[in-house]
């Protein structure tokens, strides 16, 4: 069993940053790949970035491409979402989610274990 802690959110600017962290608690995290979706107010969850069990590939959407880098540490049991040039449409509640295979994809179900989310909101 894997549980994930989403933090880091917040309220910030258009044009701005912030980094979200998911610390997980579990066995075997390094073995599982990392997914970072969103959820806006009256829109479906959506994928935003992923990343493989070793951390050597990255996945993104492309409404983020490029300004949003995905990253993890494993031996701190965290995945970090590094948020640049943010735009009011990012808004949202961001979640992280767990993907036992350890490849990573932009399908919301095929992930294993899913956090609590927490909410980023750009104002312009």
């Known amino acids: 069993q894997v549980q994930l802690v989403e933090s880091g959110g917040g309220l910030v600017q258009a044009g701005g940053s912030l980094r979200l962290s998911c610390a997980a608690s579990?066995?075997?995290?390094?073995?599982?790949?990392m997914g970072w979706f969103r959820q806006a107010p009256g829109k479906e969850r959506e994928f935003v970035a992923a990343?493989?069990?070793?951390?050597?590939?990255?996945y993104y959407a492309d409404s983020v491409k490029g300004r949003f880098t995905i990253s993890r540490d494993n031996a701190k049991n965290t995945v970090y979402l590094q948020m640049n040039s943010l735009k009011p449409e990012d808004t949202a509640v961001y979640y992280c989610a767990a993907d036992s295979d350890g490849l990573g994809t932009e399908l919301g179900y095929e992930y294993d274990y899913w956090g609590q989310g927490t909410q980023v909101t750009v104002s312009s």
């Open positions: 579990g066995r075997t995290f390094s073995s599982y790949a």
């Open positions: 990343i493989s069990w070793s951390g050597g590939s990255t």
